[in-house]
């Protein structure tokens, strides 16, 4: 083959598109980055930046760590390796959940997090007419959700505190939580071992969620089940909460750490 020429762009470029693209390449080829040098390498003012970053995130292009830089997310992972570590844990937990779902007759769910939100990287839906459907790729702020509520409890408070920093959220005031409430509902999950969420995510829907750890007892993930309101019994609530152990106890097995 000849030397390769310069590309021709394409008559109409979308400039953001573009920018998204660009900015992905850069996590892939040099790994963490942060706001400011990707509103210097793109030319972009910084809010720009943060814009393309988190619809990167998003789209698990990028994860942003504890201390606001960006990395390859597992889209990304999953062009370089054959299998990220997310795409694995979901292989490894599925036969899990299908059987978790056998035995609790309720939808379930895996969940990781990114910095302040939750993505559903698997789901496995009950049988039932009047079901929770599949939330699988949906992603939700970690406050307002079960699994998330598990994992923040796993931070160490101070951890907690920067995650949801004010001046993180000087762009999306909106989306910041109540902290007193926030570092009382971890402070609960973190002594019951599990997190109850009766309608925060969603009216008329409860869910119960437990870690599934890794090696080093660091919570990864977080396994949960689904149920609308009307048939919850609390009374159940110890028995759900032994059977989701199991479960997570199972997948923490078969991934073989």
Do not use: W
Not at 40 to 57: F, K, P, W, Y
């Amino acid at each position: 083959m000849g030397s390769a020429e310069p590309k021709t762009p394409p008559t109409y470029v979308v400039t953001s598109a573009d920018h998204a693209l660009r900015a992905a390449v850069m996590l892939q080829l040099e790994g963490g980055l942060t706001v400011s040098q990707v509103a210097e390498r793109l030319g972009v003012a910084r809010s720009t930046a943060h814009r393309l970053l988190q619809t990167l995130v998003y789209r698990d292009f990028a994860v942003q760590d504890d201390q606001r830089v960006y990395h390859p997310g597992p889209v990304l992972e999953l062009a370089t390796h054959s299998q990220s570590r997310t795409s694995q844990l979901r292989a490894a937990a599925l036969p899990h959940l299908q059987r978790l779902v056998d035995v609790v007759g309720e939808s379930a769910n895996l969940t990781i997090r990114t910095g302040d939100t939750t993505r559903f990287i698997a789901s496995v839906e009950c049988r039932h007419a009047l079901r929770v459907g599949s939330r699988e790729g949906m992603v939700f702020p970690a406050h307002r959700t079960t699994a998330g509520l598990v994992l923040l409890a796993d931070l160490d408070p101070v951890q907690v505190d920067e995650l949801y920093a004010v001046e993180r959220h000087d762009e999306r005031p909106d989306e910041r939580p109540d902290m007193p409430n926030l570092r009382a509902q971890l402070t609960r999950v973190r002594r019951a071992g599990f997190a109850l969420n009766n309608g925060l995510s969603e009216r008329g829907v409860v869910a119960i969620g437990v870690p599934v750890r890794d090696a080093d007892g660091t919570a990864l993930a977080g396994l949960s089940i689904s149920m609308p309101t009307v048939r919850y019994d609390r009374h159940q609530l110890p028995a759900l909460v032994a059977t989701l152990h199991r479960a997570a106890g199972a997948i923490e097995a078969g991934r073989g750490d």
